[in-house]
């Protein structure tokens, strides 16, 4: 058992708590930093792993998957660490699956086939959610003129209220089961508009079009962007395997205890985990209630990634694109009501290795992660050969990853607020309680949920730091650029 002391102690080595260390670091070099976590390695939602391929094995991610050139912070770290980005393929035929009878439409634009009053709602819907986002404030989202009222109805309850026709209405469905892994009864509108207003509009979540979430994928894959950063900071201040249990603080000092036993002393603790996470832990003296509050009502989604390689590119022979959006079609397994997949997409390598990846999410990865693991492939290659036909059980390698099996992140892509907690949302993420700050994805006010959001959390949350230990290091320029406004041509 050790008792340390240092300047600041970060819990949680993923993109965020990394990125408030690199900065913290490039400001004051001197200041004393370790960083606790609690796995074996760095990158918390992130993961790239080998699988074979026809001529030997290629990297793929099992986590965080795109990046695009609206997320700034992210592109700003990627270029600064050398990790270079590879287009998203999406030239072809796209394939969607809604309604009662399951059937499979192809389209080649950008706007899926549905009738044309279908359409229209979706259009009407799409434009109303963009015009309320615009109108929401990060910094408190129940300000807005009808935030009580907004965070009381559900999605589910507004698109009904607000939707004419079942197809479009599942289409929306579909869309947010994939970006953010819940169901449409599980958040409130007031939520979903604060997703969407830190991502800057509707579109840039849904779509893989230039400038959107969904337009790159990273060279390499993901997991680097933490590993480079670890190599960076110097290997020796990251604790492995060392999970915090407890926090104490008072005026001046924070004690962090590990279950190790080992005690880490220092001036500021930033937490850099999610909120599910930080809820687990021992606070002394308490959080105050908006967060605790908070904690409560933030449980973390439902995510599943499945990656299959192949000899060959074959969709693309016969014009498809490899995308496919999907209410999961009829169950194969008399266990499930609902076939497993949401979104397919085309993740044929930079090195041109061609690869299928697919996402289970909300309820239909609640009934598939209670299948043996044969049943799950089964499963998944079934729905799959829905739209690319018998080759795709000629498969060269098989992964998935279900995010809710890693103990210390308990789910993916994000811990979303359940309907009335909103408005706790800004003071309990981002405000500092004492010596404790707080970064993480969760608590970004520009894209908000993802990687790009983990910087820029982390960022904020070193300057506060800084501002507190070395103000004389911090600009009124670093602060200007922490909220960097949207860089989008296209609209
Ligand atoms: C399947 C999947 C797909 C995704 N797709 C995308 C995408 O396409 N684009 C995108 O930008 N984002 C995507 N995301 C989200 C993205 O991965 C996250 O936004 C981002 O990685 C979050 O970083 P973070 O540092 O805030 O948190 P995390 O990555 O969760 O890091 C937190 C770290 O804290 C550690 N920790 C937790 N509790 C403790 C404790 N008590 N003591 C010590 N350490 C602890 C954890 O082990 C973890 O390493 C996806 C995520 C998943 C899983």
């Known amino acids: 058992m050790s008792n340390e002391e240092y300047d600041v102690v970060i819990i949680g080595a993923g993109i965020s708590g990394l990125s408030s260390a690199r900065y913290i670091l490039s400001k004051d070099p001197h200041l004393n930093i370790v960083i606790l976590e609690a796995s074996d390695r760095v990158g918390g939602r992130t993961?790239?792993?080998?699988?074979?391929?026809?001529?030997?094995?290629?990297d793929w991610d099992l986590g965080a998957h795109w990046i695009g050139r609206s997320q700034t912070h992210i592109m700003e770290l990627l270029e600064e660490l050398g990790i270079e980005t590879h287009q998203q393929y999406v030239t072809?035929?796209?394939?969607?699956?809604?309604?009662?009878?399951?059937?499979?439409?192809?389209?080649?634009?950008?706007?899926?086939?549905?009738s044309l009053l279908g359409l229209l709602d979706l259009d009407r819907i799409m434009k109303k959610i963009d015009s309320l986002a615009k109108e929401i404030d990060q910094q408190n989202p129940t300000n807005h003129r009808r935030g009580h009222e907004l965070d009381s109805i559900t999605m589910e309850t507004y698109l009904n209220q607000n939707m004419w026709m079942s197809e479009s209405k599942e289409l929306m469905e579909v869309a947010i089961r994939g970006v953010i892994g819940v169901e449409l009864s599980q958040v409130s509108i007031l939520y979903f508009l604060t997703y969407v207003s830190a991502a800057g509009?509707?579109?840039?979540?849904?779509?893989?079009?230039?400038?959107?979430?969904?337009?790159?994928t990273l060279k390499g894959g993901c997991h680097q962007i933490s590993i480079k950063m670890a190599k960076e900071l110097g290997e020796s201040r990251i604790k492995y395997n060392e999970p915090v249990v407890?926090?104490?603080?008072?005026?001046?000092?924070a004690t962090v205890k590990c279950e190790s036993g080992n005690i880490y002393q220092c001036k500021k603790v930033i937490l850099a985990i999610p909120p599910n996470q930080i809820a687990k832990l021992k606070i002394e003296p308490r959080l105050p209630v908006v967060k605790r509050e908070l904690y409560k009502h933030m449980p973390m989604a439902n995510y599943a990634k499945v990656l299959l390689t192949y000899k060959k590119v074959y969709w693309r022979e016969s014009g498809c694109s490899g995308e496919v959006v999907t209410n999961g079609g009829p169950s194969s397994n008399t266990k499930c009501k609902y076939g497993p997949l949401c979104l397919v997409f085309d993740d044929t390598s930079a090195n041109g290795n061609p690869a299928l990846v697919a996402f289970v999410a909300g309820q239909q990865l609640v009934e598939w992660r209670q299948l043996e693991a044969n049943e799950r492939k089964e499963s998944v290659l079934k729905c799959l050969s829905q739209f690319f036909g018998d080759d795709v059980y000629k498969y060269i390698d098989y992964a998935e990853k279900d995010w809710e099996e890693e103990p210390y992140v308990g789910g993916a892509p994000v811990c979303c607020v359940a309907p009335g907690a909103m408005k706790y949302y800004a003071s309990g993420l981002r405000e500092p309680d004492g010596c404790i700050h707080l970064a993480g994805t969760e608590s970004a006010s520009i894209w908000t949920g993802y990687m790009s959001g983990a910087v820029q959390a982390g960022t904020r949350a070193a300057i506060q730091v800084l501002l507190d230990l070395r103000p004389q290091t911090v600009s009124a320029q670093d602060l200007k650029n922490n909220n960097?406004?949207?860089i989008n041509p296209s609209k």
């Open 47 to 58: 993961l790239t792993v080998p699988l074979k391929t026809e001529n030997g094995t290629d």
């Open 92 to 114: 072809g035929k796209k394939y969607l699956q809604v309604g009662k009878d399951n059937s499979v439409r192809s389209y080649t634009s950008d706007i899926p086939t549905l």
């Open 201 to 216: 509009g509707l579109k840039n979540l849904v779509e893989s079009t230039p400038y959107t979430a969904q337009e790159y």
């Open 246 to 253: 407890s926090i104490s603080q008072n005026k001046n000092i």
């Open 484 to 486: 960097k406004p949207f």
